[in-house]
């Protein structure tokens, strides 16, 4: 199955360039959006696999705008393609946790290689590892409702431990509460080892 780009550029000579690169190289664009508006009328048709954006869309919104409005109610990859590589702009994207960060001017080569590597790393979130034993244990105590303490005095382990598990946990699979947690570790069938 072809992974399903979205290309967000107001150049449209340099997205067009960019587009044929794609195209050749086996994967489906699902539309240029050379625009804010755009982009949310094209991601009312077809949700992307991964989304090509523009910093500077030379609108009252930026790409990095965009994506976090975006990702609010769709988790997709992006891929910022843009001439900004100063270290504020650099800290505002990365605040949407992007694959990669591509600098103009790319060439062909490049911009490929960034694809191939989000594309491995959403084959990666897709087939998550399994926690550790003692992650797995102290997921199975959160299911069964114990709270921190409770978890460290049942695995004779410290309060803090169990906090950092916590938040290893979290982060490690971008979950946010205990209640995702616990319905991802069901829907990944965790809690019946």
């Known amino acids: 199955m072809a992974i399903k780009i979205l290309i967000v550029e107001d150049e449209i000579l340099l997205a067009k360039d960019i587009e044929q690169s794609l195209l050749i190289a086996g994967y489906q664009v699902i539309g240029i ?16 696999d991964l989304i090509l954006c523009d910093i500077n869309l030379r609108s009252k919104k930026t ?23 100063d270290k504020e702009t650099i800290e505002l994207a990365n605040q949407t946790n992007p694959v990669n960060y591509l600098t103009k001017p790319f060439n062909e080569k490049q911009l490929l290689t960034s694809v191939h590597m989000a594309m491995k790393d959403m084959e990666q979130k897709e087939s998550p590892e399994m926690p550790s034993k003692r992650e797995l244990s102290v997921i199975s105590l959160i299911a069964k409702g114990y709270g921190s303490r409770q978890i460290a005095e049942e695995l004779s382990i410290s309060f803090n431990t169990v906090e950092s598990h916590r938040k290893n946990i979290l982060r490690r699979y971008q979950i946010k509460t205990s209640a995702e947690l616990i319905y991802y570790a069901t829907s990944q069938g965790w809690l019946s080892h």
Request: glycine share 2%; proline share 3%.
């Open 63 to 85: 790409g990095i705008e965009l994506i976090s409005e975006i990702k609010k109610s769709h988790q997709l990859s992006v891929i910022y393609v843009t001439a900004y590589s």
């Open 33 to 48: 959006a050379s625009n804010h508006k755009k982009a949310k009328q094209l991601l009312q048709i077809d949700v992307p």
